[in-house]
């Protein structure tokens, strides 16, 4: 175990865990917020039971939900940090699928919360 200084903007101050070991995890939708504002019911209705599984051991991850419920979505593929440290690159392995990198504003071992702009939106997303 290491001691890590506060990188996020949302902490922690500091952890015992490594950036790795915090982030490997099962995550569930939280909070979502677009442009400022707290779109959490929509996101929840329109992403249906969204998963994001991140695996340390072989760089791995899956993030599956229900379009609204009715349509499933899988997408799995590889992901790494920035050389930086402060986003995440998932490199997804369906081909027709851009990587795409992720801002990390939080990363605590039970919460995790992540920034990145789409379609000029600004999202903040949290996941528990």
Same mark, same amino acid.
């Given at each position: 175990?290491? !001691? #890590?200084c506060k990188?996020? *903007? +949302?902490?922690? $101050?500091? #952890? @015992?865990?490594?950036?790795? #070991?915090?982030? &490997? %995890?099962?995550? *569930? /939708?939280?909070?979502?917020? +677009?442009?400022?504002?707290d779109?959490t019911?929509?996101a929840? =209705? $329109?992403?249906?039971?969204?998963? @994001?599984?991140?695996?340390?051991?072989?760089?791995k991850? #899956?993030?599956? !939900?229900? $379009?609204?419920?009715l349509?499933?979505?899988?997408?799995t593929?590889?992901?790494? !940090?920035? &050389?930086?440290? +402060? &986003?995440? *690159? !998932?490199d997804? +392995? %369906?081909? =027709? @699928? $851009?990587?795409?990198?992720?801002?990390?504003?939080? /990363?605590?071992?039970? &919460? /995790?919360?992540? =920034?990145?702009? =789409?379609?000029?939106v600004?999202?903040? @997303?949290?996941?528990k």
């Open positions: 175990m290491f !001691f #890590s990188k996020y *903007e +949302e902490g922690p $101050a500091f #952890s @015992l865990l490594t950036k790795k #070991s915090r982030v &490997s %995890n099962t995550w *569930e /939708l939280d909070k979502y917020y +677009e442009n400022g504002v779109k019911n929509d929840v =209705s $329109a992403f249906k039971d969204f998963t @994001l599984i991140i695996d340390k051991n072989n760089m991850y #899956s993030k599956s !939900f229900s $379009a609204f419920g349509i499933p979505y899988g997408e593929g590889s992901w790494k !940090f920035t &050389s930086d440290m +402060e &986003s995440i *690159e !998932f997804p +392995e %369906n081909y =027709s @699928l $851009a990587p795409y990198t992720w801002k990390i504003i939080k /990363l605590k071992n039970t &919460s /995790l919360g992540f =920034s990145y702009t =789409s379609n000029s600004n999202v903040k @997303l949290y996941l």
